[in-house]
């Protein structure tokens, strides 16, 4: 079976400093990757999606990047992180060009100080 | 943008009532499909129907889609204390007849059931 897996849980950091939030996929070979930032416990918001190695797709501009080394491991980076930055953040994954259901890790609470 | 509006924002409910949420959305989809999320955990997948179902049950859920409309509801029958948590829509695009797995999501329904 296909698990996630999303680390850290929560992290604190200052404004200024980098991130990093690590993400990887068992269990299923060249699945859709994404990050998704959750604010206040409401909507989501879909920051970067990659369907394949290297192929990263961004949905809006922001102090973030994205990194897909390796075909289920997919990494969110920021150089200087800024209080506006805080938020929880999903990594998930769906197969490939099924357009059908995504799953979700269990998230990455990050508070920027 | 077609993202997905729920409505109520926040839904309240005895044990035993039945809860309802809506979804609206803006332009053509493949497929809409229903989460939830637990306080503070990743969102699990519920239910999908695609753009040619009117209607599709998974246990106390049943899910209906209008696509005259573009509008989408959520019921959880008989709903029990467990079922407290956040709903949200979420639509495919239709592109091209092919999905490339994009989901928009809308700002979610808060459901609480008190036992």
């Known amino acids: 079976s296909q698990t996630i897996h999303q680390w850290p849980a929560t992290l604190v950091q200052p404004v200024g400093s980098p991130l990093s939030l690590e993400c990887t996929v068992e269990?299923?070979?060249?699945?859709?990757l994404y990050w998704y930032r959750q604010a206040a416990g409401r909507g989501l918001q879909l920051l970067f999606y990659s369907v394949g190695i290297g192929q990263i797709s961004s949905e809006v501009p922001q102090n973030l990047s994205a990194s897909r080394p390796q075909d289920r491991q997919f990494i969110l980076s920021s150089k200087k992180l800024l209080l506006s930055d805080s938020g929880f953040y999903l990594c998930a994954w769906s197969v490939a060009y099924s357009g059908n259901t995504i799953y979700f890790g269990e998230g990455s609470w990050l508070t920027v100080v | 943008s077609q993202q997905g509006e729920e409505d109520p924002q926040a839904l309240s409910i005895q044990e035993g009532e039945n809860a309802t949420m809506n979804c609206s959305y803006k332009?053509?989809?493949?497929?809409l499909q229903w989460y939830r999320q637990n306080s503070g955990r990743g969102l699990v997948h519920l239910i999908l129907?695609?753009?040619?179902?009117r209607e599709k049950h998974s246990g106390r859920l049943r899910v209906t889609l209008d696509t005259s409309k573009k509008s989408s509801s959520l019921l959880i029958t008989a709903s029990r204390a467990a079922d407290t948590a956040s709903y949200f829509c979420?639509?495919?695009?239709?592109?091209?007849?092919?999905?490339?797995?994009?989901?928009?999501f809308g700002q979610g329904t808060i459901l609480t059931v008190h036992p």
């Open positions: 332009t053509s989809i493949n497929n």
């Open positions: 129907i695609r753009s040619n179902e």
């Open positions: 979420a639509t495919a695009c239709s592109f091209g007849g092919t999905s490339y797995g994009k989901l928009t």
């Open positions: 269990g299923t070979s060249n699945p859709n």
